[in-house]
């Protein structure tokens, strides 16, 4: 079946690297319009955090936030029942910062520039991924230089996804953009693998399942690492207000436009929960292609090592968080170093480590 | 911060709430934390209590990845003994040591292991109680409702004109509709959900532990060899018929499964052009294979084992195999065959030896041993270029290089002795008419002559392939697998699934009107609970359609101001 080797067809493979290239570019643009919108927009509510740290009297019940409900049918309804949610006790109650733009026309408008300038980068990139796979007629998960323009394409996919699904993810925008553009520097300088077929132990249907979703995941645990540093950035700041202290002005700028750190908090859990079954499936989904290639289903070969050892990172984050005396920041540190695991064995197993796994091409 | 009086009640009245909500095991109070101050008995339960609480348990978690680390960064004896060996030799002052630490062994070395043992013994000691716990929670009801429903996380109130225990009943009504357990305490509705979190939880852990056993049956029972088959000939499972094997500590050799097969012919293709000329493309063994009956053919690939009952044949890799011809002096054939060769790199340049054990004598009649060092390469780069090293896979101009000795091969010396190299201490090389050693790159058909009519060598036309395999047998799979399986949908459960509980309390206020109070607490704060309470608040509305409110509101109505939203 692949005795068509050589059918490579290279215009596609040509096509796929303009692609590619030329996405890049868009997202340099959207970055540069991000560093606008956070440089013209502002911490419009002057300390709104700070406020609600300090000023709020002690004896004063946790603040509520008030949640409109749809109203059923359209009869002559008096009132409609209002839901008064509280945080659990204990926990901080912080309003969300407005976001890069702070609530500036100018700074609103730069942000939905970059936006839109991701969303068509996404577009060409996914172009220039889905061109790649047809120049070599396989699923374009082969070697590194793949995987890479993948994993980006996934992610930018995610973010936009939130994005429409209407969650509060904008702040998200400029680091997202930022790695995107490092993973594809990386991917076209060092990564750079000539369109081609798979060797054969790469043939097989576990190739779509398994690597797909590895792909995915890495993707979203991505973005939960990248909010569960923010949240620790947010929670030093205010801790530091709460404790009376005075963070300098860069910090205040950019920390007053984030979420509360409970968001931040909460976001990533709920993201790395939700992709921690999947992850499950993804390291049960090579095992069962191991047994089908190598005749045993784990043999500890080094990239199931490290996969194992994600797993078990995620897994002990999870349970940190379920954990007396371990919330919070320390659960945080954990989901940290499940997600540099994550990375050392996509990168550090791939290109240093010799391992059954070596199909890098680099 | 520091907390107030009014939130520490709040948590108390959650805290009685929610009690049992899951079933994860009690914080440590401080007393426990300290140790015991009773005998013998006393250390035991507090060592045990330790050990299967969550605390204990992530941290083993931690030392459990951690140890994982240095087994993929160091050479493993399981995966390859070579790597092992070659590192032993770079490395003399660390050897030792790791040698000491087991770790080129590290996953079956004993901190490993106690490593993982102590965990899941936590794990059992931890499933076991929460099981029980979770059985007495199906079979109990859902706790009243608390005092002061207000301090729960998602709160909703409103009055209607309806009576309480009209109220009373449509909410039980409502909330059983939408598959709550729910009963009336006194004067309020108590209601909860999400059961099958807990029992997704739990039915997690219990995989965790099915996975474990799994692997173990399978390391203990398992059967793995090895075979180099030339095309032609055939393989017998066996154990006298393996080249190598490898078996768990409880296999027995009856279990190997009774089977053959015969290498019919090996098929491999390579690119041909472009920066990955060489890389291979396919390769396909091609077997006929009984098991008693009939023969049946098949083609095995490097990702479709042949799966023989319990058994599985992998294909591992291939080369090629010369045929070759010897004749002693007055040209009696003394050996003729297809001899393997071992590739040395990815063009499948290969060397290997030649042994002519039995049956030569030399020109005086005197029985001696003949061996032949072969160099071979299936893709020449052509005369006077560079190396003998092969361009390509593929057999497109091979060529081979011959070395001869006489003398004895020492094959009876007792030792093992490696087929693919000749022990050269007892054999003389031959040496041509100038006494230059002998040495011919010949081709196929070619045939080198032996010095002082000693005989003769000819490379025939036909060079075959050969492939080998692994057989491996390892029980335990399909356990493995409805594990995992059983693990990821328990999983799911368990993360998302909410297990949350509902109030609803009805009572005829002051001025005689209803007051319907709607509260929900959840195990972890999700956005989709105070939604939920919203929803039903909703529909409850239709049974208890709100009054109008009185001009001011009854003191003791703690509803937060709303200036945070503002
Ligand atoms: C001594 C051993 C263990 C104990 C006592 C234990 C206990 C628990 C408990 C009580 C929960 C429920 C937490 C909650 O309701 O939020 C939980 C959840 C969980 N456990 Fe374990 N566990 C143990 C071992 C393991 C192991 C070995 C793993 C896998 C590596 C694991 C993975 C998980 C996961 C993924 C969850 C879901 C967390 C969540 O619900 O947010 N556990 N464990």
Redesign the pocket.
């Known amino acids: 079946m692949i005795l068509a080797a050589t059918a490579t067809n290279e215009s596609l493979a040509q096509l796929s690297d303009l692609l590619i290239y030329s996405s890049m570019a868009v997202y340099t643009l959207a970055f540069f319009a991000h560093i606008a919108e956070w440089v013209f927009g502002s911490r419009s509510k002057v300390g709104r955090t700070a406020a609600a740290l300090t000023s709020a009297p002690k004896a004063a019940p946790a603040a509520g936030v008030t949640v409109k409900v749809k109203q059923a049918g359209g009869t002559a309804v008096l009132d409609k029942p209002k839901v008064v949610t509280r945080s659990a006790a204990g926990t901080r109650d912080v309003p969300d910062g407005p976001g890069a733009a702070g609530g500036t026309v100018k700074g609103d408008l730069y942000g939905r520039i970059a936006i839109s300038l991701t969303v068509l980068a996404f577009a060409i990139e996914a172009a220039g991924v889905v061109s790649r796979a047809l120049s070599v007629q396989r699923a374009p998960w082969g070697n590194m230089y793949e995987f890479s323009t993948t994993f980006s394409t996934v992610a930018v996919g995610a973010y936009l996804g939130f994005l429409v699904a209407k969650k509060n993810v904008r702040w998200i925008g400029l680091p997202l953009v930022t790695t995107v553009l490092l993973d594809l520097g990386m991917a076209v300088t060092w990564l750079k693998t000539p369109s081609d077929q798979l060797v054969p132990a790469l043939d097989s249907y576990w190739l779509w399942i398994h690597v797909s979703t590895a792909i995915f995941c890495g993707a979203v645990f991505y973005i939960g690492a990248v909010a569960t540093l923010l949240y620790l950035f947010r929670d030093s700041y205010e801790n530091k207000l709460a404790t009376g202290g005075n963070p300098g002005s860069f910090a205040r700028s950019v920390m007053e436009r984030l979420p509360s750190a409970a968001s931040l908090d909460k976001f990533s859990y709920r993201v790395n ?1 939700a992709v ?1 079954p999947l992850w499950t499936f993804t390291i049960i989904a090579g095992a069962i292609w191991a047994g089908d290639a190598w005749g045993r289903y784990w043999g500890w070969d080094a990239k199931e090592v490290w996969s194992f050892i994600t ?2 990172g ?3 984050y ?2 940190a ?2 954990t007396a005396g371990w919330k919070g920041r320390k659960a945080a540190y954990i989901a940290l170093i499940a997600f540099a695991c994550f990375l050392f064995n996509y990168y550090g197993v791939n290109i240093f480590v010799s391992s059954k796994h070596s199909y890098a091409g680099v | 911060m520091s907390k107030t009086d009014t939130s520490e009640t709040g948590r108390a009245a959650e805290e009685a709430a929610g009690a049992r909500l ?4 009690q914080e440590e109070t401080d007393a426990a934390i300290g140790g015991p101050a009773l005998g013998v008995i006393g250390w035991i339960r507090w060592f045990w209590r330790q ?4 605390r ?2 992530l941290i ?2 931690f030392m ?1 990845s951690l140890g994982a680390v240095p087994g993929s960064l160091i050479p493993q004896n399981s995966a390859d003994e070579l790597k092992v060996q070659t590192f032993k030799a770079a490395h003399e002052t660390l050897t030792p040591l790791y040698e000491k630490l087991q770790f080129f062994d590290v996953y079956s070395s004993v901190w490993f292991s106690a490593i993982y043992i102590l ?5 059992i ?3 076991v109680p ?1 099981s029980w716990q979770f059985v007495g929670q199906l079979r109990s009801r859902p706790p009243g409702a608390p005092r002061r429903l207000d301090r729960l996380p998602a709160y909703t109130t409103w009055r209607t004109g309806a009576e309480p225990e009209q109220v009373r009943e449509a909410a039980l009504t409502v909330l059983k509709g939408r598959r709550f357990r729910a009963h009336t305490v006194g004067n309020a509705v108590a209601a909860e959900k999400g059961y099958l ?2 029992a997704g ?1 739990l039915i ?2 219990v995989a ?1 532990i099915v996975i474990l056993v799994a692997f173990a049956v399978g390391q203990l029972f398992k059967s793995e060899g090895g075979k180099l088959i030339v095309e032609g000939d055939g393989f017998s499972n066996t154990l006298t018929q393996y080249d190598d094997f490898k078996s768990g500590s409880l296999f027995g050799t009856d279990d190997l499964e009774p089977f053959s097969f015969k290498l019919d012919s090996f098929t491999g293709t390579y690119e041909k052009n472009g920066p990955q000329r060489g890389t291979p493309r396919t390769f396909e063994a091609a077997v006929t294979w009984s098991q008693g009956g009939p023969d049946k053919k098949a083609v095995i690939r490097v990702n479709q084992p042949l799966e023989v009952g319990g058994s599985k044949v992998y294909l591992i890799a291939h080369g090629y195999a010369p045929v070759v011809t010897v004749k002693d002096g007055r040209g009696k054939t003394v050996f003729h065959g297809a001899v393997p060769l071992l590739p040395i790199d990815n063009n499948i340049t290969s060397t290997g030896a030649i042994k002519v054990m039995d049956g030569y004598r030399d020109k005086n009649g005197k029985k001696e041993q003949l061996g032949f060092q072969a160099f071979f390469v299936p893709t020449f780069a052509g005369a006077g270029k560079g190396t003998m090293f092969s361009q390509f896979p593929a057999l497109d101009f091979p060529v081979m290089a011959l070395t001869g000795f006489h003398g004895d091969l020492r094959v009876n010396s007792g030792l093992p002795q490696n087929v693919y190299q000749l022990d050269k201490s007892k054999m003389t090389q031959f040496k041509d008419g100038s006494g230059n050693k002998l040495a011919q790159r010949m081709l196929p058909g070619e045939t080198m002559t032996l010095p002082g009519g000693a005989g003769s060598i000819t490379f025939e036309k036909d060079v075959k392939e050969w492939a080998s395999f692994q057989i491996s047998q390892q029980p335990g799979n399909g356990l493995a697998l409805a594990g995992a399986i059983a693990a990821i949908a328990g ?1 799911s459960g ?2 998302f699934i909410q297990r949350r509980r509902v109030w609803v309390r009805a009572v005829r206020g002051e001025d005689g009107v209803t007051v319907v109070e709607m509260a929900g607490l959840g ?2 704060e999700s956005a989709r609970l105070p939604e939920e309470l919203g929803d039903l608040a909703v529909v409850l509305t239709a049974d208890a359609p709100p009054a109008p409110e009185p001009a001011e509101e009854p003191a003791e109505d703690p509803a937060p101001s709303g200036e945070a939203d503002k």
């Not at chain 2, 899951?22 to 095991?25: C, H, I, M, V, Y």
């Not at chain 2, 050990?51 to 969550?54: D, I």
């Not at chain 2, 965990?119 to 794990?123: I, P, Q």
């Open positions: 929960a921690f797993w078990v995620y897994a002990a999870l349970h968080r379920a | 899951s079933t994860a095991p050990l299967t609480s969550m204990v348990a083993l978690l459990l965990l899941f013994v936590s794990l000691g931890c499933i929460r979190r807990e939880n997690f852990h965790l999983l368990s993360l195990r972890s």
